[in-house]
């Protein structure tokens, strides 16, 4: 119930400040967090909020704005968002990536947002073979983290990895094996031509991107670009 009063308040903000009459408000859409059944509107599971399991997103917040509403998971459409104004830009095959606080990938294939069923795709923190939830309270994950200390705390430890401290280029490596296993599996599934970097790890990309592509490298996978976000971290 907060969440839609925020949702409706800051829409009313967005309408002021743009100076826009509410009738001209054809339509919106929510981007997400969790598996999301972008077809139906609905929240299919939320990790670690159950409450939102079966919510009708789509519908309740479209009685709630007066306008047409669809939703869709924020990963995927961070994905699209890149491949028409971002990084990805005349990429039909795409991964856009986030991982360590939170952890999620939206899917780009023949140039359309790949869902899965009921959504599922991408929620790979959901996976228990992958456990990705072991890693995401201190270092390098908590570039995305949504807490701005824990940002704040990431990028002081980048600042360290960047001026040569052993013990931050150490926790580097270990984060950039991380998400080298990441797109490892990608490479070998969907098999991206280009994953971008985005959630936070954008500010660290320079640093991250050429450990990644080592790693790669060294293991022979398929040549991947990897970029980050041109598009900021949300």
């Given at each position: 119930?907060?969440?839609?009063?925020?949702?409706?308040?800051?829409?009313?903000?967005?309408?002021?400040?743009?100076?826009?009459?509410?009738?001209?408000?054809?339509?919106?859409?929510?981007?997400?967090?969790?598996?999301?059944?972008?077809?139906?509107?609905?929240?299919?599971r939320l990790?670690?909020?159950?409450a939102?399991?079966?919510?009708?997103?789509?519908?309740?917040?479209?009685?709630l704005?007066?306008?047409?509403?669809?939703?869709?998971?924020?990963?995927?459409?961070?994905?699209?968002?890149?491949s028409?104004?971002?990084?990805?830009?005349?990429?039909?095959?795409?991964?856009?990536?986030?991982?360590?606080?939170?952890?999620?990938?939206?899917?780009?294939?023949?140039?359309?947002?790949?869902?899965?069923h009921?959504?599922?795709?991408?929620?790979?923190?959901?996976?228990?073979?992958?456990?990705?939830?072991?890693?995401?309270?201190?270092g390098?994950?908590?570039?995305?983290?949504?807490?701005?200390a824990?940002?704040?705390?990431?990028?002081?430890?980048?600042?360290?990895?960047?001026?040569?401290?052993?013990?931050?280029?150490?926790?580097?490596?270990?984060?950039?094996?991380?998400l080298?296993?990441?797109?490892?599996?990608?490479?070998?599934?969907?098999?991206?031509?280009?994953?971008?970097?985005?959630?936070?790890?954008?500010?660290?990309?320079?640093?991250?991107?050429?450990?990644?592509?080592?790693?790669?490298?060294?293991?022979?996978?398929?040549?991947?670009?990897?970029?980050?976000?041109?598009?900021?971290?949300?």
């Amino acid at each position: 119930e907060r969440a839609l009063q925020h949702l409706a308040a800051v829409t009313e903000i967005a309408r002021e400040q743009a100076g826009l009459d509410p009738r001209v408000l054809a339509a919106g859409t929510i981007a997400a967090g969790g598996v999301i059944d972008a077809r139906e509107g609905v929240v299919v599971r939320l990790i670690n909020a159950p409450a939102w399991t079966g919510f009708p997103l789509a519908e309740t917040a479209t009685a709630l704005l007066g306008f047409p509403i669809t939703t869709d998971n924020d990963a995927n459409l961070a994905a699209f968002a890149e491949s028409r104004a971002g990084a990805a830009e005349g990429h039909d095959d795409v991964a856009w990536l986030v991982h360590g606080n939170r952890t999620g990938a939206g899917f780009l294939l023949r140039g359309a947002i790949h869902h899965g069923h009921r959504g599922a795709a991408g929620e790979l923190v959901e996976s228990r073979v992958l456990d990705l939830k072991q890693s995401a309270a201190d270092g390098f994950s908590l570039l995305s983290s949504p807490i701005a200390a824990d940002r704040t705390a990431a990028l002081a430890l980048t600042d360290a990895a960047r001026a040569g401290d052993d013990s931050a280029l150490a926790l580097a490596r270990d984060f950039a094996a991380e998400l080298a296993d990441l797109i490892d599996v990608l490479a070998w599934t969907i098999a991206p031509e280009l994953v971008v970097l985005g959630g936070g790890l954008e500010d660290a990309s320079e640093l991250l991107v050429p450990l990644v592509l080592d790693r790669l490298r060294e293991r022979g996978d398929p040549a991947i670009r990897v970029l980050p976000t041109a598009l900021g971290a949300d």
